[in-house]
């Protein structure tokens, strides 16, 4: 074969690898998380819904410079509020960048989606009735005294969202937020209040736009947040973080037999080395594995405060051993 026979075959061969989108096999926790472009996933304190086959992550963008607010005694570190962003995957690990799912306000100050505020916990649900996909998100001003619950909706996963309103449900202050949308249809809305120190559980109205008026104080004074709910074995599981800003803690499960019951704290599921600081992340879903009935994925924020747009991501295994919940760190893994 001809020299300029073999170097066309080996320029077709680099074209053919240059095309192929960058693919992950695995997860790595604690990692950054690319794209099938090969950029850097910039989806914090996120959610994931599954539609129709398709899973939709949708997450905080976090970029920029990151500052410490001067005048807040307490390690108040943020950067602008850059809206959210949503990916899509049909394995959990090879995601496509799908654009920004609601975009931040750049003129307007007073706007709660002004790039000045806190636009995070981003959670959507697709209500079956309107056909709408619903995004609920923590809307706060930069000292975190707004402490609002936002709502936006969409004809599409992807978006773009549009903005409804923010709203203090029931009357109390709303921070840290989960949704939670059970086999029943019905979905709810558990969020840290009280200045943290109390958390409500909230049931939507039909459309999921707002409180129903129907709601419950739960965890009382334990001042838990990020919380993240899921159902396994016709009993609800929640795990949440302490209050301790961007600094990691340890997590904690509550159990209950029904959304709006008596839950209970019950244990930390972390076990072995940096369990008493969630190996340095915070909740924010779980999500059953696919591939592992009675399993599930722990999706958490390992948040770099003073640089919060270099945030990772700790993703792990969360398994049930006799009845108790159980996560242990694992640096690399596969879903399947
Ligand atoms: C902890 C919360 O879980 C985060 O979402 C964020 O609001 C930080 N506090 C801000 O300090």
Known sequence: M?????????????????????????IQAGEIFKDTDGNPINAHGGGILLHEGTYYWYGEIKQGETWRVPYLEWECYRCKAGGVNCYSSKDLVNWKNEGVALTAVKADTTHDLHTSKVIERPKVIYNDKTQKFVMWMHIDSEDYQY??????ISDNPQGPYTY???????????RDLTLFKDEDGKAYHFYSSENNKTMHVSLLNDEYTAPSGTFKRILEMESREAPAVWK????????????????PNPAQISICDSVMGNWKTVYDPCVGQNSKKTYFSQS??????????GEYIYMGDRWNKTNLEDSRYVWL???FENGKAKIEWQKEWSID
Not at 147 to 152: C, K, L, N, P
């Open 232 to 247: 396994h074995e016709g009993k609800y599981y929640m795990i949440s973080s302490g209050c301790t800003g961007w600094s």
């Open 147 to 152: 402490a609002r619950a936002g709502v936006a």
């Open 164 to 174: 409804i309103q923010s709203m203090r449900p029931n009357g109390a202050m709303s």
């Open 317 to 319: 295994p969360l398994t």
């Open 2 to 26: 001809s020299i300029g026979r073999i170097g066309l075959i080996i320029g077709m061969i680099f074209t053919l690898f240059s095309c192929v989108e960058t693919e992950n096999a695995k």
């Open 284 to 293: 924010t879903y779980v999500l059953p594995n696919p591939n592992r009935k």
